[in-house]
């Protein structure tokens, strides 16, 4: 049989002293973190947009519910004061832009959560329109996508761009679709 050296078996001890402590006998597990290191979690969403800053849509910090009902009443200023609030609840969706608290509500297609398209060239479904109606004073949303900010129409049975009708905030996104919210 072997001998331990008195190193070793101290060696041993510290070990086996450490795993016990690390055991079910009530202290911590070693999957538990330090509360001073856990990341803070928020389910106010004014507070978690003041601590976030800017964030295209709440990430695991937030705990609360998908859209607050205070984000849904302040979109619902200026609607119809029988509009029913599960609407808004259920249609909308709301970001945090350097701190603050937007809120956009889908209401007629509005592409909330895509990225406004700032591009100025036609795309091939424009061109196929404008091949069959060469002369259409407007191309309709459903041919020229949502999220454009341009006005198209067809000239000569070629798309070309009217005007500029919205927008692109710092993010991205359409700002004629998203309101600054208040608590």
């Known amino acids: 049989m072997r001998r331990v050296s008195l190193l070793q078996y101290t060696i041993l001890l510290l070990i086996a002293l450490n795993l016990i402590s690390c055991s079910s006998f009530g202290a911590p597990g070693p999957t538990s973190v330090p509360s001073s290191t856990q990341a803070?979690?928020?389910?106010?969403?004014?507070?978690?947009?003041a601590a976030v800053g800017t964030i295209d849509e709440p990430d695991a910090r937030y705990v609360g519910p998908k859209v607050p009902e205070v984000i849904a009443k302040?979109?619902?200023?200026g609607a119809s004061p029988d509009a029913p609030l599960d609407l808004f609840i259920q249609n909308s969706f709301?970001?945090?832009?350097?701190?603050?608290?937007?809120?956009c509500f889908v209401g007629a297609n509005l592409p909330c959560m895509s990225k406004a398209d700032m591009s100025l060239t036609p795309t091939p479904?424009?061109?196929?329109?404008?091949?069959a109606n060469p002369n259409a004073e407007i191309i309709p949303a459903y041919v020229t996508?949502?999220?454009?900010?341009y006005e198209w129409r067809c000239k000569n049975g070629a798309p070309e761009i009217v005007r500029q009708v919205f927008q692109a905030d710092a993010r991205g996104f359409i700002s004629d679709f998203w309101y600054e919210l208040s608590p």
Request: net charge negative; glycine share 12%; charged share 30%.
């Open 145 to 149: 996508g949502r999220e454009t900010v």
């Open 125 to 131: 479904e424009e061109a196929d329109f404008c091949q």
């Open 94 to 103: 709301w970001r945090c832009m350097d701190g603050k608290v937007y809120g």
């Open 74 to 77: 302040g979109l619902m200023k």
């Open 40 to 49: 803070a979690t928020y389910s106010d969403p004014f507070a978690y947009c």
